[in-house]
């Protein structure tokens, strides 16, 4: 079985300052992960995902996120935050033999001017 | 490609009424996803196809819910009779057999209104 937890369901940082979006899961089997970013009244987006090759995974928008098999996590950062990431941002998990992702409760990140 | 295409965007109903949504996946795409996100128990998978046949549909509330894939490219999520809390998002995700991480690409979603 997989799972994936987000800590913190709402996380508040200044504009320009380090964002860290926390993520740990749970698999069996070696995994793929994945961080998906939603804006207001819209879809999921795809921001990164992790598939076994580099553990450093570079996604859109500056955001990056490493993969630490000892410590199963899958943190999400971003060097400087801006207003625009003001946004939820979910944590997922599958893996090879998985056809449907499991996906994390979610993140608000909100931005202080 | 145009992506993943919901309609209705909106649709606000009367608690007994039937309700359709529909979604045109992604051509090629493979396998089809249809969630529900709500604040309180926010995103949550109610079934999923794969090559046009359900897969998993215990994800689906109860039998007011039903699901059809008739082709590769419609799909149609019926509530019938609704109620005041299956107000929601509902979203469509596709993915790609293609793609071995199963990366779902999803729709904008319809915002659905039950009063």
């Not at chain 2, 109610?46 to 007011?64: A, C, H, K, Q, T």
Request: aromatic content about 12%; some cysteine; glycine content about 6%.
């Amino acid at each position: 079985a997989q799972s994936v937890t987000q800590l913190g369901s709402h996380v508040s940082v200044s504009e320009g300052a380090l964002v860290l979006l926390r993520c740990n899961y749970s698999s069996s089997v070696p995994p793929y992960l994945f961080w998906y970013v939603q804006y207001p009244n819209q879809g999921l987006q795809l921001l990164l995902k992790y598939t076994s090759a580099a553990t450093l995974v570079k996604g859109i928008n500056g955001f990056e996120a490493e993969f630490k098999k000892s410590e199963t996590s899958f943190h999400l950062t971003k060097p400087s935050a801006h207003m625009s990431d003001a946004a939820e941002y979910f944590c997922a998990v599958s893996s090879s033999s998985a056809s449907k992702i499991i996906f994390g409760s979610g993140t608000r990140l909100s931005i202080r001017p | 490609d145009a992506g993943v295409i919901q309609s209705p965007r909106h649709e606000v109903t009367e608690m007994g009424q039937e309700v359709t949504l529909r979604c045109k996946p992604i051509s090629g795409h493979d396998y089809l996803f249809w969630y529900r996100q709500t604040m309180m128990r926010g995103l949550e998978l109610l079934i999923y196809f794969n090559n046009n046949v359900p897969i998993d549909d215990s994800g689906m509330p109860e039998d007011r819910f039903s699901a059809k894939m008739p082709n590769a490219s419609f799909s149609t999520l019926k509530i019938q009779p609704s109620e005041p809390r299956d107000s929601a998002v509902y979203f469509c995700a596709s993915s790609s057999l293609d793609f071995p991480s199963y990366e779902q690409y999803f729709g904008p979603g319809t915002r659905l209104t039950v009063t």
